[in-house]
């Protein structure tokens, strides 16, 4: 019998009742040095579960490949972590997780194949899934409850109901997890409205709702749909992510909390969305594609209780308040604030412009036309294109099918213009001062989209570029994943400003290592590592404007700040800093 099993009002763990009162983190937005930490602060809080996704992307890069399993991705030491503390772990594993995460998680190497229907019971998915869950389970299994480890519950999913209505498909997920040894309860979850639950359930599984007010309104229809059996919002919505260009996004506190004491009241368990929101480091984050593409910021903070620096917020204390009437808190004090790095300047006196060296970088791929980032073998990041211009004069350069997401275009070395998917921009009116120039499209993948059709739409050049009408053919093609920049020659830069895209180096001295933020100012849009771990995209668009800096990263003595900017600066240091800056509310 499975350790968590349901009766006619509720849930029974090993036989007695319980309630589950969850918290979103993903081990995958934390740096794994923290996992502890913030297991204890959930704890303290009064939650005696937490949840997570499990992002097949990174855990499966190669189709051919071993599993990941180590560092950000170590998720069997989460799990063994999360035990010792006394937490019981809702795993979410797909294969489909959303999550504002590049591409929902389904791998580019999948996704890329456009034959293929996506979250359906075609073969051709279903058989990659099987294979992912081949290899990710026998090493799970060991932290199941079944085995005396912490995970109780599995999903089957995520919302599907707002995506299809393939019973055959659902029905093959969860009976892949029970014929690979999963004997943990099942759950699905989807918006709680009548046609989404009706859709995205599958007998055996229990079915369970997302929402973030409307509290009776949201129950009753779950209710609705369950009949009788434990109520359980699964996603309950106590902030939100930002876009790049929007404002970022609040909500009240006391709001939240009024609503988590309705749901509490009502008898029903919850999880809470986020916890803990963490960090999309490195090219991790998604995108939204409603009318326009509208990609996610660095930050997932999400205003949870828990702030991406791991400081408790007013949520923290609030719900902690609304726990306690409820349930058994812990009686120990609510965790203080973490410790900062003092104010740090850091002088980027070395650099490296990115255009002459970019052989140092990768090989070209010489084809007729531009190939997609996709069809170079890159999940993420940037592409390089560089061809010439058999004619001169003033004319359109015209980009058929546009742009995936962000091309920067520059006529012998020139900077001629960007072209961004978001606005659906095709052309680009340029002079081409000589025949025979050189025209070079540096274009960047801003992150998969994660919900919706638009899951695995190509990146790049996505079709021939013309120029006053004549197709220009002969392109070097240069993938440019940037995971290993240890062939960069840089040279001293001076104090010089910048107008071309470039790598810039500095080095900074640390004492003691703690928590920090970037701060930029000066600069325009890149990316950023320190000691070579990528904390992200940085961009003056906002809303965010300072990168969190986990203190792990750091080191004590000399540590290495290395910038990615793409269209130059005036400025020649940047700033660790002990205050984050998300950027101004949303009114």
């Not at 213009?417 to 340029?430: D, F, I, K, N, Q």
């Amino acid at each position: 019998m499975p350790a968590l099993t349901t009766t006619a009002d509720g849930f029974l763990l090993h036989g007695e009742p319980f309630r589950i009162i969850s918290g979103a983190m993903h081990y995958f937005r934390v740096h794994p040095d923290l996992w502890a930490d913030r297991l204890r602060k959930a704890r303290l809080m009064g939650l005696n579960t937490v949840e997570t996704y499990v992002p097949w992307n990174l855990h499966q890069p190669d189709p051919d490949g071993p599993l990941v399993l180590d560092g950000l991705l170590d998720l069997p030491r989460y799990l063994r972590l999360a035990g010792e503390e006394g937490l019981r772990v809702l795993l979410r594993p797909g294969p489909f997780i959303c999550a504002e995460w590049d591409g929902g998680g389904l791998p580019a190497w999948l996704t890329s194949d456009r034959d293929i229907r996506l979250r359906t019971s075609d073969p051709r998915f279903t058989a990659a899934v099987d294979r992912y869950l081949d290899l990710l389970l026998p090493p799970l299994l060991p932290h199941f409850a079944a085995s005396g480890g912490p995970v109780v519950a599995v999903q089957v999913e995520n919302e599907y109901g707002a995506y299809g209505d393939d019973t055959a498909y659902l029905k093959h997920l969860a009976d892949g997890l029970r014929s690979r040894g999963v004997e943990e309860l099942l759950f699905t979850c989807d918006q709680a409205n009548a046609e989404h639950l009706a859709a995205g359930s599958v007998p055996g599984a229990l079915a369970t709702g997302t929402f973030g007010s409307r509290v009776e309104q949201s129950l009753e229809r779950l209710r609705a749909h369950v009949g009788e059996g434990p109520l359980m919002c699964a996603e309950f919505w106590v902030g939100w992510f930002d876009h790049w260009g929007e404002p970022h996004h609040t909500r009240d506190g006391a709001d939240a909390a009024a609503d988590l004491d309705r749901l509490l009241a009502a008898g029903a368990s919850v999880n809470i969305y986020m916890f803990h929101g963490g960090t999309n480091f490195g090219l991790t984050n998604g995108a939204n594609h409603d009318h326009a593409y509208a990609p996610v910021v660095t930050s997932y903070d999400y205003d949870a209780p828990l702030t991406e620096w791991g400081d408790p917020g007013p949520k923290y204390h609030a719900f902690r308040e609304v726990i306690a009437r409820h349930a058994e808190v812990p009686d120990e004090p609510a965790p203080a604030p973490g410790a900062r790095l003092p104010r740090t300047e850091v002088e980027l006196d070395r650099a490296a412009p990115l255009l002459p060296h970019i052989g140092a970088l990768s090989e070209p791929v010489r084809a007729a036309d531009p190939l997609t980032i996709g069809e170079l073998g890159q999940p993420a990041g940037h592409a390089l294109y560089r061809t010439t211009v058999p004619a001169s004069g003033a004319g359109l350069l015209h980009f058929a099918g546009g742009v995936g997401d962000r091309a920067q275009v520059f006529v012998d070395g020139a900077p001629a213009g960007v072209l961004e998917r978001e606005r659906h921009e095709e052309t680009l009116p340029v002079r081409i001062p000589r025949p025979g120039a050189t025209l070079e499209v540096l274009v960047e993948n801003m992150g998969g989209v994660n919900y919706g059709p638009r899951i695995g739409d190509p990146k790049g050049l996505l079709g021939p570029v013309s120029f006053h009408g004549t197709v220009l053919r002969g392109w070097d093609c240069h993938p440019l994943p940037l995971d290993d920049l240890a062939g960069v020659p840089f040279t001293p830069s001076g104090a010089r400003a910048s107008a071309e895209p470039a790598l810039h180096r500095g080095t900074f001295e640390v004492a003691t290592p703690a928590d920090a933020f970037l701060s930029l100012p000066g600069w325009a849009k890149g990316q950023a590592w320190i000691n070579g771990f990528h904390l992200g995209r940085y961009w003056n668009r906002g809303p965010q404007r300072a990168l969190y800096v986990p203190g792990p990263v750091l080191r004590p003595g000399r540590n290495e700040l290395v910038l990615l900017e793409l269209h130059g600066t005036t400025a020649a240091r940047a700033l660790l800093t002990d205050t984050p800056d998300l950027g101004p509310a949303k009114a």
